[in-house]
């Protein structure tokens, strides 16, 4: 690539360059395993949206014979950090007001399977990561005040409801949320013991997710060594 300002590639030398070119049986011996890793990962992605609709909708029929309690009975919405990340490149994924997170950091700040809502931006967008995270000022952190809700139970009770906070944000340009909005809203809450019958679901939807970021980098790491580099 050339340039000062910004860099670009000739098309004359982009058709210049040189790639290897295996075998096509060498190139299928390549592929198979790949895309083997990545099948895998395929289905237990779709194993973990039906696990994810059935928990849901449970959720939502335990709660219509359950007592209605404001968010701020139960949890503290603690603000992100409006400080950079100290380390900035590493395995922890960086939360902003966005459906995705922004990029990965090498900093954290919030514990795995905390729940958090995005404050600005996407507000109201509600998420949970199996990692630590480090969450930004554009998102609320909820700290649980005690026990009678789980985390789990927390963001797929968040989730059946997440189009309804999101319309709960206001802003001209960019949406808003307010944390005292958030946190007088009502929600409906099974007594903690019927809230269990759910772990080992809750579990089995953890251990799948994990199974598709290790399909992920098995996948990944097959092709690191399998192609190489020009």
């Excluded at 059935?54 to 139960?74: E, H, K, N, W, Y």
């Amino acid at each position: 690539a050339t340039g000062t300002a910004q860099k670009g590639i000739s098309q004359q030398a982009f058709y210049d360059l040189e790639i290897p070119i295996p075998s096509l049986k060498t190139q299928n011996c390549i592929v198979q395993p790949i895309d083997a890793w990545m099948g895998m990962a395929k289905t237990e992605e779709k194993i973990v949206e039906q696990l994810e609709r059935a928990l849901i909708s449970q959720i939502v029929v335990m709660g219509m014979t359950a007592p209605r309690i404001a968010l701020r009975d139960i949890v503290k919405a603690n603000y992100g950090s409006s400080k950079k990340p100290d380390v900035e490149e590493g395995e922890y994924p960086l939360i902003g007001g966005g459906i995705k997170p922004v990029r990965c950091v090498g900093s954290w700040n919030t514990e795995a399977n905390t729940v958090i809502v995005a404050r600005s931006g996407t507000a109201g967008y509600v998420s949970m990561y199996d990692k630590k995270s480090y969450v930004q000022s554009y998102a609320f952190v909820l700290e649980l005040l005690n026990d009678t809700i789980s985390s789990e139970f927390l963001y797929y009770t968040l989730k059946s409801i997440q189009e309804q906070l999101m319309g709960l944000g206001v802003g001209s340009v960019q949406n808003n949320l307010n944390r005292d909005v958030l946190l007088d809203y009502q929600i409906h809450l099974p007594h903690i013991e019927e809230q269990k019958t759910l772990e080992c679901v809750f579990k089995e939807v953890q251990n799948k997710k994990k199974m598709i970021d290790i399909y992920h980098y098995l996948a990944q790491q097959h092709i690191d060594k399998a192609i190489p580099r020009v």
